[in-house]
């Protein structure tokens, strides 16, 4: 699952000790394990190799450029959604061809940023896009390599926020009308629409999901080949699951044994956009308790922590688990599960200082006794983690740092309070 483990009593990422890390560096800290990051992808890209898929590493989900460099050096390509995340890959040196570019919403200057950097391919989510990038390819006089992002109308099974694939979500272009797009669209000569991207969701451990939407989307690559068009590509998209209450996830060949015989023999060429499935289990969030309160039954653990720094417990009510770094009596958790409840456990809600009272990072946790001082681990924190923090309340955001063996790397520092107001001084 991870390098993240507890050694005698004191929790550990790889070789190093995170009291080590959290006293050098300070908290909030996000620490990240680079052999979890590189056995994730390589599980992935093991299980999709009959079909030799191109494993386009979502950016959102984990942005910081030691990583994307991390990725790049490992043979990824990259799925970014914005001006912001092309220019970041373009920064670590990823060959533009590596890159596909989606979001429904894409401004003039991302499409020239991205066709002027010659990317791979556009995820295109609607007619007037189509129409738009077109119109800018023809300016530059170049040709965009185009796929068309279909919304299959199937039910990932996952939180209505992350859910993509319903036909009431506002991704892609409904089946029916895809067809007509790809008519309307076949003679324009400043774009080349020759594939089908599709993304239902995330996460979704219901496969047999993934397996419906892609069986909708061959039928129409099916039906475009049969009217003459040139179909070269489908993108089956992310959202693979990652171990948040346990291990709860499908494995990479738990998909891959279910998406791999539909794409067989389909002379497309492959392409995934896993993000959370290579870097939610490569990091956690370390906290440092800053008061204890109760308040009638519950009792609070107040740490410098916040929705700021991990946004998910709030916006989706997700699941981090969380324990003492160093525990008392060497407390360790025999498994990293949502109901575990030892001997000796306290039943407390771990909170952030922001004032909002959905500032919460678990609720009614039964954990090991903390005092002021002790620190946290929030686990499966490396995916839309740091990538969702934000300065609110003026929180000057985390530092980031990545672990590899015994080696440790400052991959961001800690913002200031400098930082906070710099872009607002007048001249
Ligand atoms: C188009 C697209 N591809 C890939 C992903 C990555 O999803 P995950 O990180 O769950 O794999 C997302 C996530 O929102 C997405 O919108």
């Known amino acids: 699952m991870?390098?993240?483990?507890?050694?005698?009593?004191?929790?550990?990422?790889?070789?190093?000790?995170?009291?080590a890390l959290a006293s050098r560096f300070g908290t909030p800290l996000y620490v990240y394990s680079q052999q979890t990051i590189v056995d994730h992808y390589n599980r992935m890209v093991t299980a999709f190799e009959s079909l030799s898929a191109n494993m386009c590493y979502s950016v959102k989900s984990?942005?910081?450029?030691?990583?994307?460099?991390?990725l790049n050096t490992c043979g990824a390509c990259f799925d970014v959604v914005s001006g912001g995340e092309l220019a970041r890959v373009l920064e670590v040196g990823v060959d533009p061809k590596r890159v596909v570019f989606a979001g429904v919403g894409k401004t003039d200057l991302e499409m020239i940023a991205a066709l002027d950097a010659g990317i791979g391919w556009f995820n295109a989510e609607s007619e007037q896009e189509l129409e738009i990038l077109a119109h800018l390819a023809s300016q530059r006089g170049t040709i965009a390599q185009v796929a068309l992002r279909v919304n299959p109308d199937v039910d990932p099974q996952t939180h209505h926020h992350t859910t993509t694939?319903?036909?009431?979500?506002?991704?892609?272009?409904?089946?029916?009308?895809?067809?007509?797009?790809?008519?309307?669209?076949?003679?324009?000569?400043?774009?080349?629409?020759?594939?089908?991207?599709?993304?239902?969701?995330s996460p979704v451990h219901h496969i047999e999901a993934y397996v419906d939407s892609i069986?909708?989307?061959?039928?129409?690559?099916?039906?475009?080949?049969?009217?003459?068009?040139?179909?070269?590509s489908i993108n089956v998209g992310g959202g693979y699951g990652a171990h948040y209450t346990g291990e709860e996830a499908p494995t990479a060949a738990d998909y891959a044994a279910n998406i791999v015989p539909l794409l067989q023999g389909t002379k497309l060429t492959v392409m995934l956009e896993p993000g959370r499935s290579i870097t939610a289990n490569a990091g956690v969030l370390i906290a440092r308790t800053i008061f204890k309160k109760s308040s009638g039954e519950k009792q609070f653990v107040i740490v410098d922590a916040a929705m700021t720094d991990l946004i998910r417990p709030a916006l989706y009510d997700a699941f981090h688990f969380a324990w003492p770094v160093a525990p008392v009596k060497e407390m360790v958790p025999p498994q990293r599960k949502h109901d575990l409840q030892l001997e000796?456990?306290?039943?407390?809600?771990?909170?952030?200082?922001?004032?909002?009272?959905?500032?919460?990072?678990?609720?009614?946790?039964?954990?090991?006794?903390?005092?002021?001082?002790?620190?946290?681990?929030?686990?499966?924190?490396?995916?839309?983690?740091?990538?969702?923090?934000?300065?609110?309340?003026?929180?000057?955001?985390?530092?980031?740092?990545?672990?590899h063996g015994d080696k440790v790397k400052l991959i961001r520092r800690r913002e200031t309070y400098e930082d906070l107001v710099a872009l607002e001084r007048s001249e």
Not at 62 to 70: E, F
Not at 170 to 197: C, M, W, Y
Not at 344 to 368: Q, S
């Open 2 to 19: 991870d390098h993240f483990s507890f050694k005698h009593g004191v929790l550990h990422c790889e070789s190093v000790d995170v009291t």
């Open 62 to 70: 984990c942005s910081n450029l030691s990583i994307l460099a991390l």
């Open 165 to 201: 694939g319903k036909r009431e979500t506002k991704f892609g272009v409904d089946l029916p009308l895809a067809q007509r797009v790809f008519e309307a669209f076949a003679k324009t000569p400043s774009i080349n629409l020759a594939g089908v991207h599709v993304h239902i969701g």
């Open 215 to 232: 069986k909708r989307t061959l039928d129409l690559i099916a039906r475009l080949r049969a009217g003459g068009h040139t179909i070269t």
């Open 344 to 403: 000796g456990t306290e039943r407390v809600d771990i909170v952030g200082p922001v004032c909002e009272t959905g500032d919460f990072l678990a609720k009614d946790r039964w954990l090991p006794p903390v005092v002021r001082g002790d620190l946290l681990c929030i686990f499966s924190s490396g995916a839309y983690g740091f990538s969702m923090s934000n300065q609110y309340n003026s929180r000057p955001r985390a530092a980031e740092v990545l672990v």
